[in-house]
């Protein structure tokens, strides 16, 4: 059973070229032209067609909505993206300008949204650090760099500090240990012992020896780790973290090691919030837009498999008018 959890976390944890758990794929019959047209026609018409807009935008891939796009600029001498936003209203906006971006260039916004300002909005970061795949990690410092000019992990190490900036610096580089078919048992049972003696063994926690094990080693290995690790100690690894590591940093490990043990469960987690009411928009917004063509399908049975409900009742339940309509289409189906 374990080798087909890794199986199946290698695939909801795959880039983009992965599209086992995607609810949005390519169109068939895609045209570019004909989808820019249409899309001029519902923003000119009076008071905006909205629902021509919401089926265009969210029934095709990224790489064709940049497509239309470019055909759109091309056809209208404006961008698509600021015409939106002049003919959008909040959340709908949020949601067709984040399907507009390129995966890495919608993420760097985000992180940029999270560490500008006053305060910063650790949440968004640990949710979009914690569960990237090394490319994809790559890809956002690069759109980062290229959108804001500025280094991505600088303006964390500016915005950030502690072992909280360490973590974040950590799963920024976008180094970790690729899955190999190698397993590797001695040093599974290292990585165990270390993470047991740099926490509950000792008095006080070696937060930079579980920062380099979690950040550095494949996803597959540390699960055997996470395994391996309960005949050292008599707590699993997330009871380790909230025993062991301070308020301000615990949550932080837990939706990593979350991430790791299954990153389906994790957004699965986020988005039952939306059954008590505290799930903010911008939350759920940007999980359904980033995971749609990642891995939404697995969420959505981890969602159903938690709370019992779909995840298309509880969108139903919670948002309402055009707003809904985006999501609904994103989320591809009842469960």
């Known amino acids: 059973m374990a080798q087909i959890h890794d199986i199946l976390s290698e695939v909801c944890l795959g880039g983009h070229e992965t599209a086992a758990g995607a609810t949005v794929k390519p169109f068939a019959n895609f045209n570019a032209d004909s989808d820019a047209a249409e899309l001029e026609r519902a923003i000119k018409t009076k008071g905006v067609d909205e629902h021509a807009i919401i089926n265009v935008l969210t029934k095709r891939s990224n790489a064709q909505r940049q497509d239309v796009a470019f055909a759109y600029e091309r056809r209208a001498k404006k961008k698509l993206e600021d015409v939106l936003h002049s003919a959008l209203s909040e959340p709908l906006e949020s949601v067709m300008l984040g399907l507009l971006k390129t995966p890495p260039k919608y993420d760097a916004a985000e992180v940029k949204k999270a560490i500008k300002g006053l305060g910063t909005n650790e949440a968004t970061l640990i949710e979009i650090m914690c569960s990237r795949t090394n490319k994809e990690t790559q890809d956002l410092c690069k759109a980062y760099q290229e959108v804001y000019k500025k280094e991505m992990r600088k303006d964390i190490e500016g915005d950030t500090s502690g072992d909280f900036c360490k973590l974040l610096c950590a799963l920024a580089k976008g180094s970790r240990s690729e899955a190999t078919n190698v397993i590797d048992m001695d040093l599974i049972d290292v990585d165990a012992r ?142």
């Not at 957004?267 to 999980?287: E, H, N």
């Not at 969420?299 to 809904?324: H, M, N, P, V």
Request: net charge positive.
């Open 194 to 335: 270390d993470l047991y003696e740099a926490g509950v063994k000792r008095k006080g926690t070696d937060v930079g020896k579980w920062i380099t094990i979690m950040t550095e080693r494949s996803i597959p290995h540390l699960n055997k780790v996470f395994g391996r690790y309960k005949s050292y100690s008599s707590y699993d690894m997330i009871e380790s973290i909230n025993k062991e590591v301070t308020k301000d940093l615990r949550n932080n490990f837990v939706g990593l090691v979350q991430c790791i043990q299954n990153t389906p469960e994790f957004f699965a987690d986020k988005l039952s919030q939306m059954l008590s009411g505290d799930l903010k928009k911008d939350v759920l917004t940007r999980i359904m837009v980033s995971r749609c063509e990642i891995d939404l399908l697995c969420i959505r049975k981890e969602f159903k498999k938690k709370t019992g409900k779909s995840l298309q009742q509880c969108i139903i339940a919670s948002t309402k008018g055009d707003y809904q309509k985006a999501l609904l289409s994103l989320c591809g189906g009842d469960d």
